[in-house]
């Protein structure tokens, strides 16, 4: 009997090193997958079809949400992107967690379909780290970069929509908590109960 | 700021290895204090004060009842058993894990005083390991031994009062469940939103 797999969904302020821990949560733990999204914004030079998104044009993405073919999607800046459902629910089906990395209005919409799925907001230790880790890796203004920054202050907000918080203060840290909780999330009392049953059906002189 | 502690209550029926992944689990996570009993039962040759349980007597226990002294308490055989709470509710307010190796009915006054108390019910791997564990270690007849057989299936009905189902496969699996569980617990969002707090009221200047 395979126990379904968990849907885990990590959101979090930019800054806070988001990416950097999926990869590595990827790699580490072998029963889990990561959800490619779709999107209609054209693919940036650096991207591969199936590795960062999936690319489609904007017809064929409305024609998917309408034969709700999207487990959640959303539009930003005129672009829509979404999770594809067949992958999701097929690795889940076959006992593998599958991660989504989606913004916070995706994750609320995951949330309402699907009540066990698992909610983690990753935030920075601190706003002075985030601020770091922003100007490490990006060549803009100083405006723009307090703009982020002001911007992932905000992000904290939505925390509350979350049903943990974990603290990437060193990424293998923030991993093995996610490892944690994934552990702990299969060991509620709902998804171990064919487990006891069929502890409770063996005859008890089966020797 | 000190977050309070996790209260952990560990049941399971009996055959299951309960003490051995006790021990271990106490020895390994140095936050985590195991509460003793009292009870008013005679102690045994081996029992020491203070270790096993404390011992009182009846009418100091009834005295201690009627003041709300106890967490929880039940009597058995003509004896009563209970948790003191004074030692409880001071390791948490120093934010100690503390852990209670109870039975069903105590663990379930616990969660009606505390809902975030974290209940964790230990099972054996089979009923078949269950019989070999009870074989191993007692010299009883076999119609008790199949008696306590008996009984150990039926609590396993009593694993619907509890959050998260461990099973004891190895002490050492055992004793790493509860740690994810026990990790997972202080991530989760109400105990997090202190610190949220913190990073939001930092200036974005503070450097």
Known sequence: MINEGKLLVVSGPSGTGKSTVVKLLVEKLDRLCLSVSATTRPPRESELEGREYYFVDH???????A????????????NYYGTPRDKVEEWLGQGFDVLLEIEVQGAKKIKDQRADAVLIFLIPPSMEEA?????GRRSESEETLQ???AIARQE???????DYIVV????????????????AEHLRYAGMKPFIAGLKAVPNSAE
């Open 131 to 135: 601020e770091a880790r922003l100007r």
């Open 156 to 162: 904290l907000e939505q925390a509350q929509y979350y």
């Open 147 to 149: 703009k982020r920054l």
């Open 67 to 78: 034969c709700g073919e999207m487990l959640e999607y959303a539009s930003y800046n005129g």
């Open 59 to 65: 017809t064929e993405f409305e024609r998917r949400i």
């Open 168 to 183: 990437n203060e060193t990424v293998e840290q923030a991993v093995e908590d996610i490892r944690s909780i994934l552990r």
